[in-house]
């Protein structure tokens, strides 16, 4: 007599998952029957951020820290999917004059040296389908002044990926690459003008309107779920690189 079974939940481990396009993909996944981890830095965050508790874990976690990154990995297991939404840029949108040089390390710590210690200790707990997936961003293909740091780490996540893609296989690598996206971190850098910054790139846009943290979830489930595409760039921004 054939016993059914229950097939295993997909084991998602999202990091920069209580806020902004991480914690969308968190919700989306989680609707979907997933079990989700999801890590950051703020204890006060990841508490706020339990839409369903019973497959949702969370881990406070600097990944930046190597130390901090191999007890991670250590805890949470065998998983099919490791995404990257994290990104720090406090203080960097400034003219090279003013560049704080410290600042800008810690941009290039959160979005290359973060990554590249996800996929260092984090390749060896995913299943052999399974995938990376790192995050990128328009100003690499459309800098603007005040830019040049987030322009060439951006830059650089699409070379880290093709490198990996290479070395991991058959783990799949890829980058998803927002445009203009409605999410908390531009509060930090447009201040009170981010609504009039948003709505004057809307109308610029070929689609009309902004992105939401939504629709860079639903271009990651694309890439972790589609298993021949790797090595690759997913530009997921409302037509900006063409305008």
Avoid: C
């Avoid at 490198?163 to 445009?179: D, F, M, W």
Wanted: aromatic fraction near 2%.
């Amino acid at each position: 007599m054939n016993q059914e079974t229950t097939p295993t939940p997909e084991r998602i481990l999202i990091v920069g998952g209580s806020s902004g396009m991480g914690l969308s993909l968190a919700e989306q996944r989680l609707a979907a029957g997933a079990e989700v981890t999801i890590v950051g830095r703020s204890e006060d965050r990841l508490s706020a951020a339990r839409p369903h508790p019973e497959r949702l874990r969370t881990i406070a976690a600097d990944v930046t820290s190597e130390d901090e990154v191999q007890r991670l990995f250590q805890d949470v297991g065998t998983l099919d999917h490791i995404v990257s939404t994290a990104a720090d840029i406090t203080g960097v949108y400034v003219l090279l004059p003013d560049m704080d040089i410290s600042v800008a390390r810690k941009v290039m710590d959160s979005k290359i040296v973060g990554p590249l210690l996800l996929a260092k200790h984090g390749a060896p707990r995913l299943t052999p389908r399974g995938s990376i997936t790192l995050t990128s961003g328009i100003a690499a293909y459309r800098p603007a002044a005040k830019g040049s740091v987030v322009a060439a780490v951006n830059g650089a996540l699409g070379s880290l990926a093709y490198a990996l893609a290479v070395e991991l296989a058959p783990i799949r690598v890829n980058v998803v690459s927002p445009g203009w996206v409605d999410t908390p971190i531009w509060d930090a850098v447009a201040g009170s003008g981010k609504t009039a910054a948003l709505d004057a790139m809307a109308k610029r846009l070929l689609v009309g309107r902004i992105g939401q943290a939504a629709d860079i979830a639903q271009a990651i489930t694309s890439l972790m779920h589609n298993g021949f595409i790797t090595g690759t760039v997913l530009h997921v921004d409302g037509g900006q690189r063409l305008v």
